[in-house]
């Protein structure tokens, strides 16, 4: 299936919803539907930088992109 194949490839699913002009939740059912782990998160160091990168002032979108993310998941 295209958009789990993209998903593979990007590991983004807001980016594979607007590109197959999806909602992202449509995207991460049909990820759930075959069997696609699609949870990522910061681990307990990332988060550390994290912190103290938006201490010094960094925006979550910057700090978001050092470590693959979206501002969202850095929030």
Known sequence: ???VDRYRE???MR???SEFQLFR??????????GVDASRRLTEPQIAVAVELN?????S???GSRFGFD?????
Do not use: W
């Open 15 to 17: 980016n594979v919803a």
């Open 10 to 12: 990007l590991r983004n």
């Open 1 to 3: 299936m295209a958009v």
């Open 71 to 75: 501002n969202h998941t850095v929030l």
């Open 25 to 34: 939740t449509t995207v991460a059912r049909m990820l759930k539907d075959h």
């Open 61 to 63: 979108a910057t700090v």
């Open 55 to 59: 201490e010094q002032g960094l925006s």
